[in-house]
């Protein structure tokens, strides 16, 4: 399974973000029947969000398991400062499993990082099946 994280150093400018968005557009049409959005029915959701830090822009989610809603990836996330309900800080973080949408996950995230000023991880866990023996 793979586990990608991300930050931004810098709250990005909200038309440059609209502007990555669309470059990633034939990127998602070229998979499209690998993806789906949020609620786990085709098409990739594209919504306006609001941070805690005041910045406005669009966002894309997209989940690559039918029928499901998975762990979805959601481009560009929270922003340094924002905060959940109870006040604490939040983290983008997105677990692809074995799933092929991985690999659009791994495209965005990498085209993202000659764009914006941010950081990007990765790590792979691998997942141990035990038998009993005798």
Not at 11 to 31: C, G, H, T, W
Not at 57 to 65: D, K, P, T
Not at 76 to 85: A, E, Q
């Amino acid at each position: 399974m793979t586990v990608y994280m991300w930050k931004f150093n810098v709250i990005p400018d909200s038309q440059d973000v609209e502007n990555f968005i669309d470059s990633q557009m034939p990127l998602f049409a070229r998979n499209a029947r690998h993806l789906t959005g949020a609620d786990g029915r085709p098409v990739v959701d594209l919504m306006r969000v609001e941070h805690n830090c005041g910045a406005v822009n669009l966002e894309f989610q997209l989940n690559g398991e039918a029928d499901q809603s998975g762990d979805v990836f959601c481009f560009p996330g929270y922003y340094p400062g924002d905060l959940d309900d109870a006040g604490n800080l939040l983290f983008n973080c997105c677990d692809t499993g074995d799933y092929y949408y991985g690999k659009i996950v791994e495209a965005v995230l990498s085209r993202a990082r000659k764009v914006f000023d941010m950081e990007v991880t990765t790590s792979v866990e691998k997942q141990w099946q035990f038998h009993q023996t005798a």
